[in-house]
Every structure is written in structure tokens, then in C-alpha cells.
């Protein structure tokens, strides 16, 4: 029995040295990340041309308009797919809401086609696309809230003519949306909401404004 134990120690002591000379082996070197920083680009008109760049090659994304701005405010990256939030200005100088799937734009329905309404936050969670931010009623009050595919859902402010939604994110069954809401004296007040529930937050001085402008749940 011990000469049968030492007869395998030897033959896999020699299957481990025939395994690292093999030629052509090598250790693999690690995988180098791709970055992607979305934004927008000044054309020589001063117009902000909406687009990312892609390990540092810039790739544009067709406006409502040409002659006038729009931004991309977030990037998801889902599989092959790449979806940039934010808004385009379309002839009529009003900020449309929604967001370009692989380069194709997607608006989404404001309260008023006449006043402006941004994207300021994107989430994609399985099939569903979240995106998240404000729309301006025809009375010019910035109602904070975000469309799940397509659809508008309001969330409640505390009274003032500003709320919008900074940060989203989609835990489970929960949405978080932080940024932050104007109250009756006009101060903007820091804080979340949870499923549709404000959660206010203490600032350093309940005087002057604060806004969440980041979201993080674990």
C-alpha cells in the first residue's frame, strides 16, 4: 500500500511539472475595463451636441433639434445595449423628456407639452426602463416623479414650486428616488422617497437649500 501511495505521489508530481512547461502556456492577463462618460460636447455653433464617449471616442446621439441644446444626464449599460437619459430641446425652445436606447430617442410624455421636463436619472431593471426626474405642470410647478416604461408616476412634494428626483435606484420591489423638494417658504428640503413616501432630511441649516443628488441602497 505505501509503495502504491508513493507511486502516485510521483506520477502527479510529474503531471504538475509537464503541466507548467507545456509550451505555449501562459498566465492570462487581466481583463482591461471599457469606459463610457456621457455628457455633452459644445459644436463650433456653441450648441450642446448630446452623446458619450466610449473608451474616449465620442459617439453622438441625433437631438430633436440641431440648433438647439440637449444632454444626457445618465447611462446604463445593459448587456449590448446603451441607454443615455437626459432631455432634447425640440424647435419650439421646450426641454422634452426621455432617453436614446442604442442612439434611438425615446421620448417620454411631460404633464405639459408646453413646459420644460428633464431626466436626471435612468434605471434599467430587467425588461423595465425607469426614468426619473421632474415634469413641469401647465402652472409651472416642477412635479418630481418617474415614468416606468413610458408611464408617469407623481410623487408628493412638500408645497413648493420645485421637487425633482436626482438619483434612483430599484431595490426588489422598492423605489428610491432622492433629490430634493421646495417647501411653502421655498427652501429646497433634502430627502428620499420610498415607494412614493417622503423621507425628509436634516440639512445643516433648515434656512437654506439642500438637495440629495446621490442615491445609495444596500
Known amino acids: 500500500m505505501r509503495k502504491l501511495r508513493l507511486a502516485l505521489m510521483c506520477l502527479l508530481l510529474i503531471s504538475v ?39 474616449g471616442t465620442w459617439n453622438g446621439l441625433t437631438p430633436l433639434s440641431a440648433t438647439e441644446k440637449s444632454d444626457v444626464y445618465s447611462l446604463v449599460v445593459s448587456g449590448n445595449d446603451v441607454y443615455a437619459g437626459g432631455q432634447s430641446t425640440n424647435s419650439s425652445g421646450v426641454s422634452v423628456p426621455g432617453y436614446w436606447k442604442d442612439g434611438i430617442w425615446n421620448g417620454l410624455t411631460p404633464l405639459s407639452a408646453t413646459q420644460s421636463s428633464f431626466v436626471q436619472s435612468l434605471v434599467v431593471s430587467g425588461s423595465d426602463v425607469y426614468a426619473a426626474g421632474y415634469s413641469t405642470n401647465s402652472s409651472g410647478v416642477e412635479v418630481p416623479g418617474y415614468w416606468k416604461d413610458g408611464t408617469w408616476n407623481g410623487l408628493t412634494s412638500l408645497g413648493g414650486t420645485f421637487s425633482g428626483v436626482q438619483s434612483l435606484v430599484v431595490s426588489g420591489n422598492d423605489v428610491y428616488a432622492g433629490g430634493a423638494s421646495t417647501n411653502s417658504s421655498g427652501v429646497e428640503v433634502p430627502g428620499y422617497w420610498k415607494d412614493g413616501t417622503w423621507n425628509g432630511l436634516t440639512p445643516l441649516d433648515t434656512t437654506k437649500g439642500a438637495q440629495v443628488t446621490s442615491l445609495v441602497v444596500q
Not at 492577463?29 to 473608451?55: E, I, L, R
Open 17 to 55: 511539472v509537464l503541466g507548467c512547461s507545456q509550451p505555449g502556456s501562459s498566465t492570462p492577463s487581466p481583463s482591461v475595463p471599457t469606459v463610457y462618460a456621457a455628457g455633452f460636447s459644445d459644436n463650433s455653433s456653441g450648441v450642446d451636441v448630446p452623446g458619450y464617449w466610449k473608451d
